[in-house]
């Protein structure tokens, strides 16, 4: 398998930690992507022009982050980053689909920051989104019991996206007020598949 990635993609991070979780890492060959250049030729491969894209051995392409984290999680015998069934099974994708909505709408106001001439930015939109992560951010400090117990990839969007927000917007505090959701996600970033996606780089 190849993947189709960036080094500060939130989303690709998201894949890597289960494919480090469920031991699947090793079969996937790592392709350096730059979604934003014209000559990049990730549009062959994902229509969308986005990364991740996995490239599987029979030619197949899957792209979405949870598309292919459910995928490699397939791959694997031990204990499920996608619970089977039932309520554990709507609690991790519901706190998913929460992270993935906060990294949505920190991205769109990066985009507005860092890709938009100073002139031209939208003030009512950048605080929009910045509304929306505040809304899930309290929601998830005050559900932080929720967070506890064995690892999905509920738990893992969450803690990346909020890692994500510890990255790129520091200025926004988040922690600020959050003590529970602060305290779950020092626990949890120790562990190895976190440490070892984090971002190096701030570009």
């Known amino acids: 398998m190849k993947l189709r990635f960036s080094p500060t993609s939130p989303y690709v991070r998201k894949v890597m930690v289960v494919a480090l979780e469920t031991r699947v890492a090793g079969q996937i060959e790592q392709i350096r992507t730059d979604p934003w250049s014209p000559d990049d030729d990730l549009p062959k491969h994902n229509p969308l022009g986005k990364v991740p894209a996995l490239l599987l051995d029979d030619g197949q392409v899957l792209f979405d982050s949870r598309v292919i984290a459910e995928y490699l999680d397939d791959l694997h015998g031990g204990a499920k980053m996608f619970p089977p069934s039932g309520e554990e ?115």
């Open 89 to 203: 099974r709507w609690l991790a994708l519901r706190l998913q689909a929460q992270a993935d909505g906060i990294l949505d709408a920190a991205i769109l106001r990066l985009i507005e920051f860092q890709r938009r001439p100073a002139n031209l930015r939208w003030q009512a939109w950048i605080d929009r989104q910045s509304d929306k992560i505040d809304r899930a951010l309290d929601v998830l400090e005050q559900e932080a019991a929720l967070l506890d117990g064995p690892i999905t990839i509920g738990t893992i969007s969450v803690a990346i996206a909020l890692e994500y927000l510890d990255f790129r917007f520091r200025e926004l505090k988040w922690r600020d007020d959050r003590d529970r959701l602060s305290d779950w996600l020092e626990a949890y970033s120790q562990r190895p598949s976190m440490t070892a996606t984090r971002p190096k780089v701030s570009g």
